[in-house]
Every structure is written in C-alpha cells, then in structure tokens.
C-alpha cells in the first residue's frame, strides 16, 4: 500500500534498500521486519479510516447540496484505499504465514511512541482536515517527490534506530521511505531463498493464508514461491506511490486529488467544514501524557468508543484465528466473515462518536474511536475453547450494545449488526467439529403425516396427496412463472375456487419434471413409488433474470439452514419476503439487465457441493461454494467460489455488491 514516507518501486529495478540490520537475512529476521510490515500497514489503515469517519453527511449536517456531494465522493475513496490497505495487510500476513510464522494482529496504540518506527513515519488519529490530507500525500508520496507533511504531523523528535552493526537479535533498523523500506524485505527475501531454496525457504502452510476464497475484495492470492512474494511487495508499493508517472488509481493520487477539490472548495467558501472537530488521538482513560491525546469524558461518547473498541479487539481476534485453521475449514470461513461485519459495526459507531462531545476538558471537541490494540491479539489453538471465547464475547457485545441503542440510527444499526452476528456465530461454530472441517448437511426426508385428498396446510406450506407423489406447494416462495400451470394445466388448475392441485392428473414422471421446472422451489415433491427424490444439481447455477431475482439450483444452505435445491432470490430490495422474491420487481418497475458483461470464468475443478447463501443484515447476498453465474440466457457471466451479490437493487456493478446499500441505507428487515 503505501505508508509513510516517500516510497520506493519494486518492480524490475529495485531503488536502492535501506540498511539491512543483519549481513546474511535469516528466517527471524524476515518475520521480525514483516511484523514492522504489518503494522504500518494496519496503523494506516486505522488513521484513514478515522479521517473517514470523521466526515459529514448530507445538506442535514451544514453542508450544501454540492459540497455534500463533493464529501460523499472524499469519504468513499478514503475507504477504498483503507480497504485495499487491508488487502496490503493481508499480503503481509500471508507471507509471513508462507516463511512458516504467525502473523502479528498487534500494534501499538495512538499516537506511537518516537521509535516503534522510524523518525520520518508518524502515525496518528486526526480528523479529516487539509493538515490530515497533506499528511497522507506526504505519507503515499513517490520517492522523488518533495511532498512536506502536514502541519502538526512532524516528529516531535528525531532520532536513529540504526543498529551500529549486525546483530543476532533482530532490531529495527532506519529507511527514509517506506518504499526503501520494502526493497530491503525484497532483497533480503531474494538472498534468503538464494541461500536455502523455495522449498526449504517457504516451508508453512498455504491453506492457512487468506485468499480470494474468504475475502473477494482484497485480491490477494496465497504465496507459494518468491515470484507471488515479491509480486504483493511491489503491489503494496506501486498501489500507494503509483506505479511510474503516478497511476491515477494511486493512493497518492487520489489524496492528492481531494486536496485540490479541498482547496478550491475552501476558496469558493472559506467557512467549508466538511469534518466535526473529532478528537486527536482519543484515549477512554486520563492519559499519563495528556500532550496531544484527548480523554474522553462524556458517558455516551466513551460507552460508544467502548463498544467500537471491543468490536474492533474482536475482529482481530477472529481474523487471527483464521490464520491458524486451515481451508476449506467452515471455521476459518466464518472467522473472516464475522470479522468483515464486525467493521460494519465499527463504522457505525465511529461515526456516531465523532457526533458527540467529548467532555468538559476538551469542549471545543467531539469524541472519536481511538482504536485500542490488545495487548495480546495473538490466535487461539483452534477448537472449541475458541469457539466458546468468541462465543462469550458476542454476548458481552450484544448486552452493551443493547444498552446503548437508546435512539440514535447509527447504534441501532450497529446493535442489529452485532445481534446478527452473533446469531451467525452461534449457528455457524454449532455446526463444525473440532477438527475444523464443515459439516455435511443431510438433508432430512419430508415426513408427512396421513392426510385426506384434500389440501393439508402447515406454516404456509400445502400438501396434496396422490397415488405416487405427494406433491408441495409453498406460495409464499411462488413468483407465478406459470411453469406449472402451462405445462401441466390439468393438475395446476388456474382462476377456481377450493382445491385446485391434483397430482394425479398425469402420468407421475412427467409431472416430477414440472416441478422441477419451478425456479422457486414453490412446487416440489416426495416420491411414494419406489423413485429417487430430487437430487442436487451436477452444475450449482445462479442465473440472472432480465429485470427480476436471482435463480438458484444448488444444494442450498440458506442463512444457515438447509434450502432444497431451487430458490428465487431478491435482487431488487423491495421484497416483502427477503431474502426470497415476491414479484415486487414487477410493481416497483426495476430494471437490471439479465445479461451483465463475462467476468471471471475459469472452469471450476468442482462444480457441485453445498452452495452456502448467508443474507447479510443490511447488506448483499454472501456466497460460497463451486458457482456458475449466468445470464437469463444461459451465458457464463462468472464461475466463482464467492461472492456477494448485490440485493439493495443500486449497486453499478450488478449482479456483485458495490456497497451502494450503505449510501442509500437499504434495510433487509431482517
């Protein structure tokens, strides 16, 4: 990513490293320097993020029309680059984890004391402001550039941490810029691996890295060898700095484009706030050194920053924990999940502390997350003590988060947040065993009871007895495609009054390849012949239909729970009946093409198994499993093994989430 200090490239010329500490780099060493890696990479993340945060909404807040629109745009790509911050901190972890360590979720907290990094990296919790902004230039700023920092972000004191000369023990040791910084790990992992070999030098397990397969948003791929090491080195460099001349995408260049946008802004209108005056560097105690940290005294703020705080400690709990079981385990899956949405939760509750006062101390100030580091965010052993401590730690979460919902949206939203996933992680740890691998679900035979010819009826659900079938029918799951009616008129009696299914009108074969033809699943069967009930598909398909849900075949575990085998899924947002179609797409008018572009689509080594469908709260569909997604005309538009697909109905990038559903708060009612 970036981080501090101007960097260097590491493509096929690498700019000169800083100093190494040690003249032959060993395994200690490496681990040692890539810790250092990682929490640069997640202290800037953190401070992005807060500067985010801290940021105003809409013309409610003081702002006008286009300067609102104008901050939605600063917010937004602030968060892109905290997000593939995020996947820089994964490329780390994943290397350190393929040199056979465990990768450090620690870090120290705000603001870091002069020498746990370098004099020329300073990392701190600021608000939004053109200070803060230029601090990021400064920090994502090429090598050759002569970007200053900003006001108040210089060291307080300069100083050397050069180790005089090698030593044993691993020291950290000086570089001017991060981009040095990494080409002294690239040369000292190229002379590692020249001394031992690729085999010997990454001897740890790749199915214990993060990958596309846990979090589709980052990219990063697991690292086997030195090419796909020193390929995430000069990603994280050449996506902060920019590539030569500066790739537009940079985060270089996007800082440096809000800070233009800012200052004729500020020109336009001098009196232009887009930020609330959030603490700098908040502490939730009196603080031994209280120059330049802000305690945090009103009750509401520190109860809010508290529960951001705990959030926050157990999302790297978790994402440590995922590290140390290995895939396809549904433990680790879920780590990586109940993790992610754990920073949805943060984020709202960072955004409400910024709104609120910090107290009589400071009171010209707002609060703000102040992001505690554990002392120890080291993984647990896997099994189930872990499960029980992640468990033991939802609940604490839910009962102070229940105690603070007291009206405010954003609380509110991050209580339900937390309630959700709580109840995901109750569900999900209940069904692994202790050796990590997920659970087969037998899917349990529909026991029925004995009924007249007459339409028996339970939660919604109808039986109707025939000589060789009994025939389902689920009408809160139909979407009138009309299948049934038109392909089999004489048992599906459209417009009467009373009974109106009588399955033996046909022959029973024929009328089984009805019921499969309903993409609901509203319409299904159980055999009393002798002959096999419907099976799984051989293919798990998604097709997309033209202005309308999401067809599903697969063996489907929905939110959890077993779901047959075909299912219409929303995608428009309006469903009554969520995360299943209602036809509400027809009465809303949606329009959505059933035939998005080709993305991915690499033949899948397997192509059936359990397709797991986790409705997220508030949020897009989350997938896993071996999936074909296609057009309502069968094209391949992705094969995949996750995903999220959008269901708010805005996302630019149909059928996958954009996160549009949080600018237009869509609400799943769930």
Known sequence: MRVCARRSSIRTKPKSPARSPVRTPTREHLVHSLYEAAELEHNLMCTYLYAAFSLKTGETEGLTAAEAEA????????????????????????????????????????????????????????????????????????????????????????????????????????????????????????AFVAHHGEQVAFCGDPALQLSTNEVERIGTKPVICLKTAL???????????????????????????????????????????????????????????????VWIENEEAAQTVDLANAAYGLMLRLLAFSYVVPRPSSDKRLAVDLSLGLMRAVTHLAERAVRLPAGPSNPSCNAGVSFTSLRDASPFPPGSAARRFFLERFEELVELASAINVGDSRVAAAARIINDLHVRAKRGFAASTD????????????????????????????????????????????????????????????????????PDAMPVDRLVEIAHACPSGAIRYERKDGAPNETAPPVNLISIRENGPYAVRAEIRLDGAAAEYR??????GASKNKPFCDGSHHTIDFAATGEPLT??????????????????IDGP??????????????????????????????????????GTHQRIGFRSGQ
């Open 435 to 502: 050796a990590g691998a997920p659970i087969a679900s037998a899917r349990e035979p529909v026991k029925l009871p004995v009924i007249p010819p007459t339409p028996t009826k339970r939660d919604g659900v109808e039986y109707i007895e025939g000589e060789k079938l009994t025939l389902i029918y689920e009408g809160p799951k139909c979407i009138h495609s009309r299948f049934c009616v038109t392909g089999a008129p004489m048992v599906f009696l459209a417009n009467v009054k009373g009974p109106w299914i009588h």
């Open 621 to 658: 569909l989350q997938v896993r499993g071996n999936l074909e997604i296609t057009s309502g005309t069968g094209r391949v538009v992705a094969r995949i093994q996750q995903a999220k697909l959008c269901r708010c109905g805005g996302s630019k990038s149909k059928p996958f989430c954009d």
């Open 567 to 572: 299912a219409t899924l929303c995608r428009c």
């Open 71 to 190: 901050v939605a745009r600063w917010r937004s790509a602030i968060l892109e680059v905290s997000i593939e911050e995020m996947g820089h901190l994964v490329a780390v972890w994943n290397i350190t984890s393929a040199l056979g360590g465990s990768p450090r979720f620690g870090r120290g907290n705000f603001p870091l004391d002069p020498g746990s990094l370098p004099a020329s990296v300073v990392v701190k919790l600021a608000p939004f402001s053109a200070a803060a902004l230029q601090h990021f230039v400064h920090l994502e700023r090429p090598t050759d550039s002569q970007e200053p920092d900003g006001e108040g972000f210089a060291s307080e004191l300069r100083f050397s941490r050069a180790a005089p000369r090698p030593r044993v023990t691993p020291m950290g040791f000086d570089y001017e810029t991060v981009g040095a910084f990494y080409a002294t790990l690239d040369a000292d992992l190229r």
């Open 599 to 616: 993305e991915s689509a690499d033949m899948l080594a397997v192509r059936d198994g359990t397709l797991e469908i986790d409705p997220q």
């Open 231 to 293: 390929a995430a080195f000069a990603a994280i460099v050449e996506q902060g700095e920019g590539a030569p001349g500066h790739a537009d995408r940079s985060h270089f260049q996007k800082f440096a484009a809000i800070r233009e946008e800012l200052a004729t802004m500020r020109a336009a209108n001098p009196a232009f706030a887009p930020a609330f005056p959030a603490a700098h560097n908040p502490v939730l105690r009196p603080p031994l050194r209280p120059q330049g940290r």
